[in-house]
Structures are given as C-alpha cells and as structure tokens.
C-alpha cells in the first residue's frame, strides 16, 4: 500500500525560503513519478512540479525559483522553494503515480496522494 507524508510547510515572508518533503512507503522511487500540487482556496488544485525517471516538470510560474530532487536513501522527493511570493501561498500535495509518463498538470492522473502541508507566504 502507497502512502506518501509531506512535511516542510510554514509561514514566511516574501523572497523567503522552504523545503517541503515527502516521504514515500510502498514504493520504489525509481518506478514511480513523483507530482507537486497545490490548492489555495476557491482554487482548482494544480500541478506545480513533477519528476520521474524520464521526466521532469515545472510550471512556467515556479520555474527558476522551486527544484525538485529524490533522497533516494530515503525514499524522499523535495521540493526547494526559493523567492517565495504571496500567490505560492496554499496547500501542498504529493501524489504518486507507476507509469513514469504521466501529465503532471492533471491529478487525475495520479493514484496516491499524501495529506498536504500548508504553506503560507505573508503579504
């Protein structure tokens, strides 16, 4: 059984800095592709970044200032969030889906999701 636990979340201020993770039990990272969501509310959820082995996305409005890399050891995907604005402020998803290809835009296409941790960027 999939379950994924993110972690990382608090407040900041604008150009302020945070590391969100998700941990990862009953898979192996490297079968799996790995997406970033997020929800603020009145909100569709979107997708903000994913990573597989053949894969890697961003969104154009996180491009440049988020990264998201494995802590294979620990079966981990971070997200790296630098230069944080006010409109990154939500709720923060990892999902996971088998195929490696999936469209990282559509949640649809992902079969587990952790619980969120929410991020807040002060205004």
């Known amino acids: 059984q999939v379950q994924l636990v993110e972690s990382g979340g608090g407040s900041v201020q604008p150009g302020g800095s945070l590391t969100l993770s998700c941990v990862a039990s009953?898979?192996?990272?490297?079968?799996?592709?790995i997406g970033w969501f997020r929800q603020a509310p009145g909100k569709e959820r979107e997708g903000v970044s994913y990573l597989s082995r053949s894969h890697t996305f961003y969104r154009d409005s996180v491009k440049g200032r988020f990264t998201i890399s494995t802590a294979n050891a620990k079966n981990t995907v971070e997200l790296q969030m630098n230069g944080l604005k006010p409109e990154d402020t939500a709720m923060y998803y990892c999902a996971a889906e088998r195929s490696g290809l999936a469209i990282p835009t559509i949640p649809a296409s992902f079969h587990s999701w952790g619980q969120g941790t929410q991020v807040t960027v002060l205004s």
């Open positions: 009953g898979l192996t990272l490297d079968d799996y592709g």
